[in-house]
């Protein structure tokens, strides 16, 4: 049974920083590119990050870029992100999945940021 979930999230204020971490099972964990996505209530899910399978290639969106870092453990079937400087915006619920995307989404971690 295929399973993400998702973890880490908390209500921090501006400036702050939280490291979302999301476990994968059910699938050869190792071989697929993860991705990092939110959604902000009233709003589209939104990409927010990719890492490959080997940890070699990274890409974020502008609004994140230099301040989010993901990263996995694949001993560990983790896909984690590190999350600096946070701002308002950044207020959503964080999903992981995979690429190809899965039909399907974990529950989430809810990320709040104040200002």
């Known amino acids: 049974q295929v399973q993400l979930v998702e973890s880490g999230g908390g209500s921090v204020q501006t400036g702050g920083s939280l490291i979302l971490s999301c476990v994968a099972s059910?699938?050869?964990?190792?071989?697929?590119?993860m991705r990092w996505y939110r959604q902000a209530p009233g709003k589209e899910r939104e990409l927010v990050a990719i890492?490959?399978?080997?940890?070699?290639?990274?890409n974020y969106a502008d609004s994140v870029k230099g301040r989010f870092t993901a990263s996995r453990d694949n001993a560990k079937n983790t896909v984690y992100l590190r999350m600096n400087s946070l701002k308002p915006e950044d207020t959503a619920v964080y999903y992981c999945?995979?690429?190809?995307?899965?039909?399907?989404w974990g529950q989430g971690t809810q990320v709040t940021v104040s200002s």
């Open positions: 059910g699938f050869t964990f190792s071989v697929y590119s």
């Open positions: 999945n995979r690429y190809p995307l899965f039909d399907f």
């Open positions: 890492i490959s399978g080997s940890s070699m290639y990274t």
